[in-house]
């Protein structure tokens, strides 16, 4: 039994270790980070580095470098959109956990937008979905589940926003304040 743990243990090492040692540190600081993907169901599936190759984008410009999976801490929130060709949907992940799956689009294989995320982000033809992250670290990883129709491949964009989080200092001024209230409320009747 303990031998069979071990194996287990080792195994789950060596698959974990690889994909830690090429991930990327992101900022939560709302810019865009673009990424490709292949075949839905394929180990291809999984978000990858465009490497600097992937169609350049314009309304912002994302970069293309980083690998995932991409790192960061604290609250937040991440934005996930398909881009260029409608029709692409993702399975989202922080630290191995699905978060859920971006929007249901039709899936026609049309390009209103290209590479313009201004344009992609508002229109609802692209699918897209945005998550709240808590505390903590995050290690984001990104599958995709459809494919747009006629294609293999793809390319998709994210961004993580940093909430702010209330000072304990404002937060202890917000319920003095409500205690306060509450008391001058007592003492009048």
């Known amino acids: 039994m303990i031998r069979l743990l071990l194996t287990c243990l ?3 090492s060596l698959w974990v270790s690889p994909s830690l040692v090429s991930a990327t540190a992101v900022t939560a600081d709302g810019s865009f980070h673009q990424f490709h993907f292949g075949v839905a169901g394929t180990p291809s599936a ?3 580095s465009c490497g600097g190759t992937c169609t350049a984008t314009t309304n912002p410009v994302a970069e293309q470098i980083s690998s995932p999976p991409w790192t960061f801490s604290g ?12 029709g692409d949907r993702f399975e989202v992940f922080d630290n191995l956990v699905s978060l859920g799956i971006t929007s249901v689009v039709v899936n026609d294989g049309a390009n209103p937008c290209g590479g313009n995320i201004g344009c992609a982000t508002g229109n609802l033809a692209y ?4 998550f709240a992250l808590g505390a903590g670290s ?7 589940v459809q494919n747009a129709a006629g294609f293999t491949a793809g390319e998709g964009v994210f961004r993580i926003s940093a909430n702010a989080v209330p000072e ?3 937060l ?3 319920v003095t304040g409500f205690l306060g209230v509450g008391l001058v409320a007592r003492r009048r009747r």
């Open 127 to 130: 699918s897209q979905a945005s």
């Open 138 to 144: 995050h290690s984001v990883t990104l599958n995709v």
């Open 168 to 170: 304990p200092g404002s």
């Open 75 to 86: 609250p937040g929130t991440l934005f996930v959109l398909d881009l260029l060709v409608v």
């Open 172 to 174: 202890m001024l917000v």
């Open 10 to 12: 080792i195994v789950l």
């Open 46 to 48: 999984a978000a990858s």
